[in-house]
């Protein structure tokens, strides 16, 4: 699985620690590659294109909060970014909506929590049926 990590300035430091962590994952790194400041709609546009044209399968979105980078990626066509806070959510987010990205807040969230949360969603597995026919509904508003 091709996984594509990025972070605007707020979430510079969580995408480093990660990096560090995930050594045997297939990780790409989309940036930002310093903390010096991005604009989080640019770094989460980035990202969309890589899940968009499949050169990733799963992404990993970090800004300060978490909130306006999944505000920005799901304005795009086949998106469904989740912000993760626990690992409910986490599994949740795999079982019933089948996120394709992750978001989290680099600056709300420790970095433990982030990969107990990273973790949590791998071993879930999407559980499709009815929630595919809401997930079906979605695409149709787009
Ligand atoms: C950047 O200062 C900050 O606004 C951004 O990282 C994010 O938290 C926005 O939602």
Redesign the pocket.
């Known amino acids: 699985m091709n996984i594509a990590i990025a972070a605007?300035?707020?979430?510079y430091d969580l995408k480093e620690a990660l990096k560090k962590h995930y050594t045997d994952l297939n990780l790409s790194d989309l940036g930002t590659y310093n903390s010096e400041s991005v604009d989080?709609p640019d770094v989460a546009q980035k990202m969309v294109h890589a899940i968009q044209n499949k050169t990733a399968d799963l992404g990993i979105l970090i800004?300060?909060?978490g909130?306006?980078?999944s505000i920005a990626a799901n304005r795009y066509k086949g998106i469904r970014a989740a912000l993760i806070y626990s690992k409910e959510v986490a599994r949740l987010a795999k079982e019933h909506n089948n996120a394709n990205i992750l978001v989290f807040g680099g600056r709300t969230m420790t970095v433990d929590d982030v990969i107990k949360y990273i973790d949590t969603f791998m071993q879930a597995v999407y559980e499709g049926g009815r929630h595919q026919r809401r997930l079906d509904k979605m695409d149709i508003m787009e």
């Open positions: 605007d300035h707020g979430g989080y800004c300060g909060t909130v306006g980078i």
